[in-house]
């Protein structure tokens, strides 16, 4: 069974930084492209970034560019969403994501709050 | 730029059809946007349906299907049910390794 685990969410003031993490098991990490996806609260989904399997490709949605760093380490079955310049319109649950075509599997999401 | 819309709201009576549909503000949807579509629940994560326009994911009931209608993806639900109420969002594979959600619509089963 895939499992996706987020960690390292919290409350950061506006212009701050703040690393997640997520721990993949049930699956063969190596093999699939790992994505995040958050969630502002009362809001729609919004795909944020993505990441090839070797990490050879790397997409952002154009609100995150240049403050956001997704990466992944396949020995440690984690990806990572490193995210600078917090604003407050960042605020929302993050998800990690992965899966084939549209056939996503979900973890539980980390909250995210910027405020001061 | 382009954006993915979904209607906002619907409802449906207990028993009954209901298909929501998901668009392009410019252009048509195909087989080659890979239509996905989920449904949440408040409090919880999205819950994969179908995926690439018509496949149904593991454990999903044939009483949601998918399929193109004219240039549009869309979600069929037959035999509605009461916990059929909750949100469901689209996304499309809209080329260069981007993919993007629809705003999503309230489904109503009353």
């Known amino acids: 069974e895939v499992q996706l685990v987020e960690s390292g969410g919290g409350l950061v003031q506006p212009g701050g930084s703040l690393r997640l993490s997520c721990a993949a098991s049930?699956?063969?990490?190596?093999?699939?492209?790992m994505a995040w996806v958050r969630q502002a609260p009362g809001k729609g989904l919004q795909w944020v970034a993505n990441i090839k399997h070797d990490g050879n490709e790397i997409y952002y949605v154009d609100s995150v560019k240049g403050r956001y760093t997704i990466s992944r380490d396949n020995a440690k079955n984690s990806q990572y969403l490193q995210m600078s310049s917090l604003r407050a319109e960042d605020t929302a649950v993050y998800y990690c994501?992965?899966?084939?075509?549209?056939?996503?599997?979900w973890g539980q999401g980390t909250l995210v709050t910027v405020s001061s | 730029q382009t954006v993915v819309t979904q209607e906002p709201s619907f409802s449906v009576s207990p028993g009954g059809t209901v298909t929501l549909t998901c668009g392009l503000s410019s252009g048509s949807v195909s087989t080659s946007s890979y239509p996905g579509w989920y449904r949440q629940t408040p409090g919880q994560a999205p819950r994969t349906l179908i995926y690439?326009?018509?496949t149904r994911s593991s454990g999903v009931p044939d009483r949601f299907s998918g399929s193109i209608l004219g240039n549009k993806a869309a979600l069929t639900i037959t035999g509605a049910q009461a916990d059929d109420e909750c949100d469901y969002y689209c996304i499309l594979y809209m080329g260069s390794g981007i993919w993007m959600f629809g705003g999503g619509t309230k489904l109503t089963v009353l």
């Open positions: 690439k326009t018509n």
């Open positions: 994501v992965t899966g084939h075509y549209g056939d996503l599997h």
């Open positions: 049930g699956f063969t990490f190596s093999s699939y492209w």
